[in-house]
Structure formats: structure tokens, C-alpha cells
């Protein structure tokens, strides 16, 4: 079936620490792969996608690259802010029915 | 403009009570969604649908039942409520019924709690 594998969180880091939060996937077809992120007490917002292999999604300094052969999709930011302290979340779209295919995502918290 | 609304955005209720929960897009999208998230943040999709159709229904017991008057709302209705419905409730949109690469825009979300 399809389904995402995250890093388990929390995942603390200093301000300006380098991240990666770690996705893999199963799912059937080619699926789109999207990071959404949900800061506290709002709902989800995209963050990037990427639509095909070797695509690399970016915006607000985060990179994802689609990995077909590792069924892969790792998010990275070179510097990470306090602001950056939210919920990540990796999520394959499935067919043709629109479904998204969620974990439970990765916490991130930024220390000053 | 709020693109995708949700009222209440908290809802405190009792255990056998029938609660419902609206959720508006202002995008002129035709494909809305529920989806729940427990407590450990794990987010599921429950219903879809596309053009007042519904697409997705997933192992969701039949105590949810979902409705769309219009192609710009989506209702969920939960009747006999139990403490396990307890979770955030977040309503989405998106343009396409997913042949594509479009995003789904959220809703800020519902906090059912159920005492």
C-alpha cells in the first residue's frame, strides 16, 4: 500500500544548524511529492514540491530533491531560524484521486 | 480573504451528542477534503469531494457523514460522539481532482474535543 516514513522527531537544533529531515516512500505510479509545514496552531501550507525524478523543489531557503530509485524525498535548509520551529510534513499523492498519503510528520524546534 | 474557512474553530461537547463543522473555499477549487489529525500529529484523509461528488471515503466509522450543498462547501457531521473523535479536523481544497500536481490549501483547522 502507499505509505511515507519520516525521522521521528522532536528534532532540536541551534539557530543557523544545518537540516535534513528524512523521507522515504512507497506509493503506487509516479507520484507527485509534496513538504507541507504546519507552524503551531495554524492549519498545513505548502512548503515545495517536486513532480517528476531528479526535480528539485525550493522556496524560503528549504531544497527537496525526488529520488525515484531511492523513493526518496529529503528536505534540507542550510541555516534553519527560530521562525523555521514547526511541524514537517512529507506526503506523496497517490493515483489519480487527489489523495494525499500523510505520516505524522517531523516536529522541528529552533533554539536561539 | 481567508481562502479555505472552518467554523468553530473549537468545539467542546459531550460523549452521544451530534456536532457539525463548516468549512468554506473562496477559491473557486473544485475538489475539497476532511482529514484528521490525532493527537501524535498523524494526519489521514477521511472524505473528497469533487464537484458536490464524493471521490474518497476511507475506513471512516458511518457516524461521520460528510455534505456538500455546493461545490464551495463541505459540512461534516458527526453524529453520537465518542472520545476517540477527539482530534483536529482540517478541511482542504485544490484545483484539480489530482491528475495534476496542485496543492491542497488548508483550513486553519477544528479542535473537536469530546468529554
Known amino acids: 500500500g502507499n505509505s511515507v516514513t519520516q525521522m521521528e522527531g522532536p528534532v532540536t537544533l541551534s539557530e543557523e544548524a544545518f537540516l535534513t529531515i528524512n523521507c522515504t516512500y512507497t506509493?503506487?505510479?509516479?507520484?507527485?511529492l509534496f513538504w507541507y509545514v504546519q507552524y503551531p496552531g495554524e492549519g498545513l501550507q505548502l512548503l515545495l514540491k517536486?513532480?517528476?525524478?531528479?526535480d528539485k523543489g525550493s522556496n524560503k531557503g528549504f531544497e527537496a530533491t525526488y529520488r525515484k530509485e531511492t523513493t526518496s524525498f529529503h528536505l534540507e535548509k542550510g541555516s534553519v531560524q527560530v521562525s523555521d520551529s514547526a511541524v514537517y510534513f512529507c506526503?506523496?499523492?497517490?493515483?489519480?484521486?487527489?489523495?494525499?498519503?500523510f505520516g505524522q510528520g517531523t516536529t522541528l524546534q529552533v533554539k536561539p | 480573504d481567508t481562502a479555505v474557512s472552518q467554523t468553530p474553530k473549537y468545539l467542546v461537547t459531550q460523549m452521544g451528542n451530534d456536532k457539525s463543522i463548516k468549512c468554506e473555499q473562496n477559491l473557486g477549487h473544485d475538489t475539497m477534503y476532511w482529514y484528521k489529525q490525532d493527537s501524535k500529529k498523524f494526519l489521514k484523509i477521511m472524505f473528497s469531494?469533487?464537484?458536490?461528488?464524493?471521490?474518497i471515503n476511507e475506513t471512516v466509522p458511518n457516524r461521520f457523514s460528510p455534505k456538500s450543498p455546493d461545490k464551495a462547501h463541505l459540512n461534516l457531521h458527526i453524529n453520537s460522539l465518542e472520545l476517540g473523535d477527539s482530534a483536529v479536523y482540517f478541511c482542504a481544497s485544490s484545483q484539480d481532482l489530482g491528475r495534476g500536481s496542485y496543492e491542497q490549501y488548508f483550513g486553519p483547522g477544528t479542535r473537536l474535543t469530546v468529554t
Open positions: 517536486a513532480t517528476k525524478a531528479d
Open positions: 469531494y469533487n464537484n458536490k461528488e464524493l471521490i
Open positions: 506509493a503506487t505510479g509516479y507520484p507527485s
Open positions: 506526503a506523496p499523492k497517490a493515483g489519480n484521486t487527489g489523495k494525499l498519503i
